[in-house]
Each structure stands twice: as structure tokens, then as C-alpha cells.
């Protein structure tokens, strides 16, 4: 892959890109800002270990712009930014992720950090020894601690929505839900399914992911590359991106898509293949705010949990006015929510120009 790293930022809407490297502890991090225009970009630390800088340049560049959207989908006053670092979570440090810190400082509040895949609340407490621009800390040390359970309850809310609106009723009661990955997010989202007396089927290509669900007792399809083909209600996409495509949309047995996962649709055009088969995509950026929501409640007020579950609870509100609007301008419900970030954003930008 040849990238040509200013035409792709300036065909969509980017505003910066930095890399940072410390060859004496190993680190190399990119910090992409998308798009300023609502406030302070705000995105989680990605520790990914991929096997080219084009390939983590194009995915830490997709991340940042689903922070655009997602947050002012989400009614927030934050931008989107996103940081990647190159190596896996076992090689992370406290002097990498310290350095991290000091690399985020400097950008002097652009760019606010927290958790995403690879990284914890361990990381953040590291990285808040070096700058202040970091939420997502421990409750302990006045934050709103690990996301994962608003990000969860967010996508449970969401997919309630999208019952309604197919079987005429929010209930998932009795609905087999599948769900491609279990990780922090998708072990949170299990327990609020299994109180609805959902059915649900896990995969996940970790030995010690599929050991928790047996904890929980689920059903564990050994061959992750058969979730596609199961017959069921609702399929959850909760790990990595770009998993629906021409490859697999044809393969889907469900009714509604639904999941955790960024950037589940590997083009545009993907939206489209799932209408056309009537099956029901939930955008991503729109049912995984919870956790951006829930952190966005930590700037510049004391966190209230009770106050935060109340704000990601309206999910369920912005899914069905998605689903509204795709519907009265025929459009694919992906490119009513592409609509409604972009007309807020647009509405801002004469209002406020690019955060400094």
C-alpha cells in the first residue's frame, strides 16, 4: 500500500496527524485529530500491534473521524482524536505509557486521552502522571473509571430500539443474539441480555475470552469464522472493524446488526448491501457512545454515575430518530447518522472554528 497521508487526511476533513517515537523504550504512537470544530478532540489510546505503519496510520486516521461523528451524534461538545500505539498489550510499560502522557501534553488539550483496546484504567493513572488531559481515571481518583459498562449499556439500550422498531416491541426476551467477540465490552453487554432471557451464541478468537463466557454459561461456537451463518435475531459485531462486507453480508441470517465493534462497515457501500438484504444496521458510532458519553460527564463538573446512566439511556432515542430519518428521506440508516453528526457540526462551524 503506497498512502498518500495528505490527500487521504484532506479528502476527509482532517485536521492533524503526529507521531511520536522513544527508541529507548520502543515506543512509536500516532495522535490523529479529525475535526476540532465542537471542541477538544477526544478519542482512546488504541495498543495494537499492526503489522505496517499504513495499516495503523489508515486505522488510527478512521478511528479519529468516528470520534467526529460519534460525539456530536451524541449531542457532545468534544471533537474526535484517536491515538495508536504499535505494539501489543503484553510489551506496554509504565515508562511507555508515561511517555505517552508527556506526548499528549505537549499538544496542550487538542487532544484528551483515554482507554480503548489494549489500554486500562492503570494506563490512564500512568498517563495522568505526565498530563491532565486525560479522562476515564479510577473512581478513586475522581473519575468515571473503566467505560466499558456505559459502552455496554449504551448498545443494550440501542438494540432495544431496533427490536421495536422491527418486532414491535423493545422486549429481548426469547431473541438469540449473536456475538462475534467477548471481550470487556460484549461480557457487560451478555449480563444485560441474559436478564432479558435472551439467547445468546459467543465466539471469540481468544481461548481466555471464550473461558469467561463458559463461566457465564453461554452457548461457544468454536469456529469464529461461523458466527456469519448463524440463525439468529440479532448478530453483535464487538471486536475489530471492516467485518461487513461483500464476503459476509451475504452469509448473515439476522434480522438486525447491531454491536460494539468501530467501523464494522468495511465501505459506504456496505449500508447499502445490508439494506437491500432488510436487515437492520444500528451505525456503530451511534450505539457505542455510551462510553464517550459517559466520560464527556467528567469535564469540568464532579462525575455522577446516576446522572451519566440517565444521558446514555437516550441511545435508544438518537437509534430510532436514525432509523426516522432513514426512512422519511430514503437513505441507509448509515448515512442518516453520517447526516445528523454532520448537520450539528456544520451548524457550529460558523459559530467556532478549529479548537486551539
Known amino acids: ?23 529507548g523504550i520502543g515506543l512509536r504512537v500516532f ?11 477526544l478519542g482512546g489510546v488504541r495498543i495494537w500491534p499492526h503489522k505496517t505503519e499504513d495499516e495503523a496510520l489508515i486505522d488510527v486516521l478512521r478511528l479519529s473521524r468516528g470520534m467526529t461523528y460519534k460525539s456530536a451524534a451524541a449531542g457532545l461538545n468534544m471533537g474526535g482524536g484517536k ?26 488539550g487538542r487532544y484528551i486521552t ?29 473519575g468515571s473509571g473503566d467505560p466499558s459498562e456505559m459502552t455496554a449499556y449504551g448498545i443494550y439500550q440501542g438494540m432495544k430500539a431496533c427490536a421495536m422498531d422491527v418486532w414491535g416491541t423493545d422486549s429481548l426476551a426469547g431473541r438469540t443474539i449473536a456475538i462475534q467477540g467477548f471481550g470487556n465490552v460484549a461480557s457487560k453487554l451478555a449480563q444485560h441480555l441474559l436478564g432479558e432471557q ?39 459485531p464487538c471486536a475489530l472493524g471492516g467485518i461487513l462486507n461483500d464476503a459476509t453480508i451475504p ?24 439494506q437491500e438484504k432488510g436487515i437492520l444496521y444500528a451505525p456503530d458510532y451511534i450505539l ?24 446514555v439511556a ?19 440508516t448509515a448515512q442518516a447518522a453520517d447526516r445528523l453528526a454532520e448537520e450539528r457540526i456544520a451548524a457550529m462551524r460558523g459559530v467556532k472554528g478549529i479548537y486551539v
Open 114 to 142: 483515554t482507554e480503548d483496546v489494549g489500554a486500562n484504567t492503570r494506563d490512564m493513572e500512568w498517563i495522568a502522571q505526565e498530563t491532565s488531559h486525560v479522562k476515564g481515571l479510577p473512581a478513586n481518583l475522581g
Open 288 to 311: 457505542n457512545a455510551g462510553g464517550v458519553i459517559n466520560i464527556s460527564l467528567e469535564m469540568g463538573q464532579v462525575y455522577d454515575e446516576d446522572a451519566a446512566r440517565e444521558k
Open 251 to 274: 452469509r448473515l441470517k439476522c434480522k438486525v446488526v447491531a454491536g460494539s465493534a468501530n467501523n464494522q462497515l468495511l465501505g459506504d457501500h456496505h449500508g447499502a448491501r445490508l
Open 83 to 108: 491515538a495508536l500505539i504499535m505494539a501489543s498489550s503484553q510489551e506496554k510499560t509504565e515508562a511507555m505509557m508515561r511517555a505517552f502522557g508527556r506526548f499528549v501534553e505537549s499538544l496542550g
Open 31 to 41: 495522535i490523529a485529530i479529525h475535526d476540532t470544530t465542537l471542541g477538544p478532540s
Open 198 to 236: 435472551a439467547l445468546l451464541v459467543v465466539t471469540d478468537i481468544s481461548q481466555s475470552a471464550l473461558d469467561m463466557a463458559r463461566e457465564q454459561n453461554l452457548e461457544i461456537l468454536e469456529d469464529p469464522a461461523a458466527i456469519y451463518e448463524v440463525e439468529c435475531d440479532l448478530f453483535a
Open 1 to 23: 500500500m503506497n498512502l498518500n497521508i495528505a490527500e487521504y487526511m484532506e479528502t476527509h476533513g482532517h485536521e492533524q496527524l503526529c507521531v511520536f517515537t522513544d527508541k
Open 314 to 332: 437516550r441511545i435508544y432515542d438518537t437509534v430510532t430518530k436514525v432509523i426516522d430519518l432513514s426512512r422519511t428521506n430514503g437513505i441507509t
